[in-house]
RNA sequence: GACUCAAUAGCUCAGCUGGUAGAGCACAUCCCUUUUAAGGAUGGGGUCCUGGGUUCGAGCCCCAGUUGAGUCACCA
């Protein structure tokens, strides 16, 4: 019953197929497809006096065509870009049978078909190198149309835009939109620049547990699962900290794991369900050490990706240039508001925030006090590469205590476009101050702090044990991927970001109608007359469903025999 | 979670003060020279997001819902 749920051009591309069949054509073959050439190869090696690629092979989707009687151009479009294909009738069809132009290609073939073709390479007399196809293979029909492109001098018409379907049919997307493709390869060179960089340091790639029974490492709400065997209760990680470190007391001196991790909190343009961040360890070194290490490793990301340090994102050009700028919060603070807030306590600070309509609640310790006034105040005016050092120590229960300054941690976040891009610190390694920190961490819950940490025992144990002075690094990888390729939302960088599952209508099994005596070529049409299910279709007025039945076999030609009232009658009673 | 905006043909979008649903591309038919957003002519195609309401009459007005986008909140 195609005709009642495909549109009119799949009904087309439809009886392409089976046309194809009917002439002995598989539009799925099985075999193996030879290419010899990409066409960006093809556009960069032929040379016309030369005469070179006589005999290519390329093979991708069709992306438009132009019939013009006995000759044709079309587009073909591989990985690496499109080239231009022409088709000429005399040339495909040596012989006297012209069939296989005037209809497989011409009729038989649609835009968004894969293709294989094989002919030499020419430049035509508009001067544009395209291949003059005597070959031409099926490899995979398309059955249904592609949203049109088009495009001219870096124009682009009719584009494929809705973010709703971009994002929820990203092969689309992919296909469609040449510089989607483009900025996934760059999130992948920048993940493969950053494992070189590492690698070649001889630090360690580890992987550790996604399913954990305590979650930490971060100040995050959980996703909770169940373990049905051991019946218990697991976390999808909110970051793999603390594992990493266990690793360090194992004796490694540099590990680092790229992780997906899991919060289970709001979504906006800077927030999905699940990301991914690379963290970092390294024995015997401290967060200044660390500082140099991020600098120079998105400074070289940065080349590698751009060939310069300097990156355009929305309106700002970046210079991710070495040294970054280095900023102790509190003279962050005081940079842009002008105030001095290093020796104020609580109450002091709690009146500072509401001066400078900062909004804070009465779960919120010194700590949180200062962190919310940075937020607030300086963070999205910092668009340069800059350090933001010596964090409260409320914030930071996972970090060691700064060597000089009372109060403070030893830790740095970068901050770059108004975001922060990493977390570092000088890793508190000392097992009785750390256990002294979860304590703390407890009363803040009890205060309504929901972020607060869990005590984690095992953890603890492990670094009783022992742990080298160490350095740890946590770096977002989806917000430094927007930043390099000048992404405006998170969504823009990941595949498939987390979307609301669209609604579907309800549909009863055809064998519930068929139980009700109704014919099986009628029950779509009972569907598709307005009663997608059998409870519904209790309720509907036999004789108008009957002239509805007799009104669409007449409509769609459908050719079936009308069903008589009564049974129409007996059907909806029965 | 709050507020604002959006949803109409396969795609991009018009649609006046409530009165017979439109364009471009895509598609089909016919003709046809190596064309460049690209040949020409003709034609078909709609659950106007869903469900209610107001009205003689709703794509348009009102209410509720679905999905998306933006801003804010939480957060990386």
Redesign the pocket.
Known sequence: MAFLEL???EI?RRKALEELEKLGINPYPAEKYNVTHYSDQIKNEFDEEKGNLQDVTIAGRLM????????S?AELQDEKGRI?L?F?RDELCPGEDKAFYNTVFK?LT??GDIIGVKGKV?K?????I?V?VSELTILSKSLR?L???????GKT?????????R?RQRYLDLIVNAPVRDTFKKRARLVQTMRNFLNDKEYLEVETPILQPIYGG???RPFKTHHNKLDMTLYLRIANELYLKKLIVGGYDGVYEFAKDF?N?????????E?TQMELYVAYKDYKWMMELVEEMVEKIAIDLHGTTKVQVGENEIDFKRPWKRFTMFEAIEHFTGIDISQMDEKQLAETAKKLNV?IDDSMGKGKLIDEIFGETCEAKLIQPTFITDYPVEMSPLAKKHRSVQGLVERFEGIVNG???C?AYSELNDPVDQRQRFEEQLLLAKRGDD?AMMLDEDFLKAIEYGMPPTAGLGI?I??LAMIMTNS????DVLFFPQ?????K?QIDPASMYLELGIPEEWVPVVQKAGFPTVAELKEANPNKLHQQLCGMNKKHKMGLQNPKPEEVKAWIEA
């Open positions: 549109s009119e051009q087309i438009s065509r132009r019939i013009m009687g006995k000759a151009f231009q022409y000429n009729k649609d835009i020419f035509t007399q508009m001067g544009e395209s003059n149309p949203p049109v492109v088009k495009e001219k001098d018409y009719d584009a494929f835009t809705d973010p709703d379907q994002y971060a100040a995050a919060r909190e709001g979504m906006s343009r800077f927030h999905n369900p990301f909004e975001k922060e891009i977390n972020e977002g989806d917000r405006n939302s998170i969504q979307m609301k599952p669209e609604k209508m």
